[in-house]
């Protein structure tokens, strides 16, 4: 029975030796850098620190492999325990050594837990990339003539490295390069101009350093297609003289609705003047009642007077009948 549980206990031991001592690992680290770059006691001290052996090795042999020498176990295990990615940042400086791009282990490592991906970086830096302008459809402006132009651009960027820690994304090339194509064809005179001479609105646009404050370098922009559009300067004086057309309708209902009161107004006076006229022609039987109480009127006055009304109204009936006659014989000549 004590044999046995012996037995366990040296099994137990061998498979704890070879975990925290791999010695396959620390061979192939001898066999590809020498004696003396990785010991022993920095693969057990790393199983320590929960650090993978096998990834800072592998780290280290590729970089000593590509002539990066600097490159330490220390670098590569703090950098893991920053929260970084080690294959990334190894295949980053690999990649940009082969390029001659200057690039420091302190930079990459600072750009890789920025978030960003330093190895696609490195990568456009040497293969550059192309960036639709917009991503999506096409950017409308407007020629001083009035005639709408649709176009669309094709941006070829490179990896501004020492900008990936805080520098603008292309989605602000995006939007810079588009604002400068708007604003090219808005100071153009005439869109005819603009569809003989399109390379014209990409030098003016290059010639803005769009890409100051960004991750990229700009290194062209060609306009992929030019299209024009509706006349829009048309569309707005139509739209302006149907407004000028509604005002003046409402400002002339407003002068006709005034002469309409003005009218009801006059009318209102003409009434309030026939009143005052009734009223007058009443005060004439008071007046001549108290004209012949003071014998100031007499019977045949009044009977002169009287006859003059009836000599008066008779001219006057004379006169609307004749007035009558020579009204209706126009019409009966028509007829």
Same mark, same amino acid.
């Given at each position: 029975?004590?044999?046995?549980?012996?037995?366990?206990?040296?099994?137990?031991?061998?498979?704890?030796?070879?975990?925290? #001592?791999?010695?396959?690992?620390?061979?192939?680290?001898?066999?590809?850098?020498?004696?003396?770059?990785?010991?022993?006691?920095?693969?057990?001290?790393?199983?320590?620190?929960?650090?993978?052996?096998?990834?800072?090795?592998?780290?280290?042999?590729?970089?000593?492999?590509?002539?990066?020498?600097?490159?330490?176990? +220390?670098?590569?295990?703090?950098?893991?325990?920053?929260?970084?990615?080690?294959?990334?940042?190894?295949?980053?400086?690999?990649?940009?050594?082969?390029?001659?791009?200057?690039?420091?282990?302190?930079?990459?490592?600072?750009?890789?837990?920025?978030?960003? +991906?330093?190895?696609?970086?490195?990568?456009?830096?040497?293969?550059?990339?192309?960036? +639709?302008?917009?991503?999506?459809?096409?950017?409308?402006?407007?020629?001083?003539?009035?005639?709408?132009?649709?176009?669309?651009?094709?941006?070829?960027?490179?990896?501004?490295?020492?900008?990936?820690?805080?520098?603008?994304?292309?989605?602000?090339?995006?939007?810079?390069?588009? &604002?400068?194509?708007?604003?090219?064809?808005?100071?153009?005179?005439?869109?005819?101009?603009?569809? &003989?001479?399109?390379?014209?609105?990409?030098?003016?646009?290059?010639?803005?350093?769009?890409?100051?404050?960004?991750?990229?370098?700009?290194?062209?922009?060609?306009?992929?297609?030019?299209?024009?559009?509706?006349?829009?300067?048309?569309?707005?004086?139509?739209?302006?003289?149907?407004?000028?057309?509604?005002?003046?309708?409402? @400002?002339?209902?407003?002068?006709?609705?005034?002469?309409?009161?003005? @009218?009801? &107004?006059?009318?209102?006076?003409?009434?309030?003047?026939?009143?005052?006229?009734?009223?007058?022609?009443?005060?004439?039987?008071?007046?001549?009642?108290?004209?012949?109480?003071?014998?100031?009127?007499? #019977?045949?006055?009044?009977?002169?007077?009287?006859?003059?009304?009836? +000599?008066?109204?008779?001219?006057?009936?004379?006169?609307?009948?004749?007035?009558?006659?020579?009204?209706?014989?126009?019409?009966? &000549?028509?007829?």
């Amino acid at each position: 029975m004590i044999s046995y549980v012996m037995l366990v206990f040296v099994l137990l031991f061998i498979l704890l030796f070879f975990y925290f #001592v791999p010695l396959g690992l620390w061979i192939q680290a001898v066999v590809s850098l020498g004696v003396g770059r990785i010991t022993i006691i920095d693969l057990i001290r790393m199983r320590l620190r929960k650090i993978a052996p096998r990834l800072v090795v592998d780290g280290v042999i590729n970089c000593h492999k590509s002539g990066l020498n600097n490159i330490t176990t +220390d670098m590569l295990e703090t950098h893991y325990l920053a929260g970084g990615t080690v294959p990334n940042i190894v295949s980053a400086l690999i990649a940009a050594a082969k390029a001659n791009i200057p690039l420091p282990f302190e930079t990459a490592t600072a750009i890789d837990l920025a978030g960003r +991906d330093i190895y696609a970086a490195v990568e456009t830096s040497v293969n550059p990339k192309v960036i +639709d302008a917009p991503r999506e459809g096409y950017l409308s402006a407007v020629a001083k003539d009035g005639i709408e132009l649709k176009a669309r651009a094709r941006v070829t960027v490179r990896t501004n490295i020492p900008g990936l820690v805080g520098g603008a994304t292309d989605d602000t090339i995006i939007a810079r390069v588009g &604002e400068g194509i708007v604003s090219a064809i808005g100071s153009s005179m005439k869109y005819k101009d603009v569809l &003989e001479n399109p390379d014209n609105i990409s030098r003016a646009v290059l010639q803005k350093g769009l890409d100051a404050g960004t991750a990229f370098e700009i290194l062209s922009i060609d306009i992929a297609d030019l299209d024009v559009g509706n006349n829009v300067g048309a569309v707005l004086q139509t739209d302006q003289a149907e407004a000028d057309l509604r005002i003046a309708q409402a @400002e002339a209902e407003t002068r006709r609705a005034m002469a309409v009161a003005e @009218e009801q &107004e006059m009318i209102a006076r003409v009434q309030e003047m026939r009143a005052k006229v009734v009223e007058a022609e009443a005060e004439v039987p008071k007046a001549m009642s108290q004209a012949f109480r003071e014998g100031k009127l007499g #019977v045949f006055d009044y009977y002169n007077m009287r006859n003059i009304e009836a +000599d008066t109204g008779m001219r006057d009936s004379i006169a609307g009948s004749k007035e009558a006659d020579s009204t209706s014989q126009p019409g009966s &000549e028509e007829k």
